[in-house]
């Protein structure tokens, strides 16, 4: 069974930073796309960022082109997203998603996605 864990949500003041971090248990393939959604209340889930470390493969969303970074750690089998400049639209719960296969624009869809974390709350403050 995969299980995908993520820490680091909070509260914080718009402008700030953040770092999610999502761990993965020893079934997680490193071989697999990991990354992140994100849904807001009253609102579908939205892609956010992914990361393929075999291609060197990274997406992200426009929404957050520039303010995100996101990093994979293949030998602690974790994926971590660094928010900068954070805005009060940001604010939503952030789930940690793992693909084995998708690919091309199938990777910013949900159903691309076989494996979801529990999701962390994230609050941005005005």
């Known amino acids: 069974q995969v299980q995908l864990v993520e820490s680091g949500g909070g509260v914080v003041q718009t402008g700030t930073s953040l770092t999610l971090s999502c761990a993965g248990n020893?079934?997680?393939?490193?071989?697999?796309?990991l990354g992140w959604f994100r849904q807001a209340p009253g609102k579908e889930r939205e892609f956010v960022a992914s990361?393929?470390?075999?291609?060197?493969?990274?997406y992200y969303a426009d929404s957050v082109t520039g303010r995100f970074t996101i990093s994979r750690e293949n030998d602690r089998n974790t994926v971590s997203l660094r928010m900068n400049a954070l805005k009060p639209e940001d604010t939503a719960v952030y789930y940690c998603v793992a693909s084995r296969d998708c690919s091309g624009r199938g990777c910013l869809s949900a159903d691309g996605y076989g494996y979801w974390g529990q999701g962390t709350q994230v609050t941005v403050s005005s």
């Open positions: 990361i393929l470390w075999t291609v060197d493969s990274i």
């Open positions: 020893r079934n997680t393939r490193r071989s697999w796309r």
